[in-house]
């Protein structure tokens, strides 16, 4: 099964809104990153937090950290109709920390 | 500073034949990794490259998927007598080491018909 789970599997909100994606996952991380898809198109990746840090800021992206709940949650300020897209925690496992494992995602949709 | 290139972008196969699939990593990045991607799924993990080693191959299926990263060249990933299932996107990331982010490349299509 995926390691990492994101909820709910398909959010739709007006432009200017807030979105909320949460992800859970099963086993220790070493760290935890957030990636967009863009229909048809590669990934881009957002954030990464490490299992140390519990929040992280990067422009109108928050991602939160809970290693006691094994959850993580990205949420979008002031949303915009170029945010709709696919987006997919990941979390890196292993010794080497270099098999990177995906959720099923969330897809975002922003109504104008 | 090109990113992660891949090619080709679209790759049409009827069943029995071979399909290969490259990926140029950033420059400077030496540590390579394949990810497929079902219709309406995210990424699944393949097999995990350092020039001329694989390190992690745990995501490949066992028969007809092989990958190298030779010392020049492209990472390639090799899929022998496709089947329908093979169908799907196939990503592939560099990074500049264990640990550092993964960043992708467009990725392939490749169709089997």
């Known amino acids: 099964s995926q390691q990492g789970e994101e909820d709910p599997q398909a959010l739709s909100i007006q432009e200017g809104e807030n979105a909320t994606m949460n992800c859970s996952y099963k086993?220790?991380?070493?760290?935890l990153q957030w990636y967009r898809q863009n229909s048809g198109r590669g990934l881009v990746h957002l954030i990464l937090?490490?299992?140390?840090?519990r929040e992280k800021h990067s422009g109108r992206l928050r991602v939160t950290l809970d290693t006691s709940k094994k959850s993580s949650s990205l949420l979008i300020t002031a949303s915009r109709a170029a945010d709709t897209a696919s987006y997919f925690c990941a979390t890196a496992q292993g010794s080497s920390a270099s098999k990177i494992i995906f959720g099923s995602g969330t897809r975002l949709s922003i109504r104008p | 500073n090109a990113g992660v290139m891949q090619n080709p972008r679209h790759l049409v196969r009827r069943r029995g034949q071979e399909a290969r699939l490259r990926c140029s990593p950033m420059k400077g990045h030496s540590h390579v990794y394949w990810y497929r991607q079902l219709p309406e799924e995210g990424l699944k993990f393949m097999v995990y490259?350092?020039?001329?080693?694989?390190?992690?191959e745990s995501g490949m299926p066992k028969e007809r998927f092989s990958a190298e990263f030779p010392k020049e060249g492209p990472s390639i990933l090799r899929i022998q007598q496709v089947v329908r299932g093979d169908s799907a996107a196939y990503f592939c990331a560099s990074s500049g080491g264990m640990q550092e982010t993964q960043y992708f490349g467009p990725g392939t299509r490749l169709l089997v018909l």
């Open positions: 937090i490490r299992s140390n840090e």
């Open positions: 490259l350092q020039k001329e080693n694989i390190i992690d």
């Open positions: 086993t220790s991380i070493n760290n």
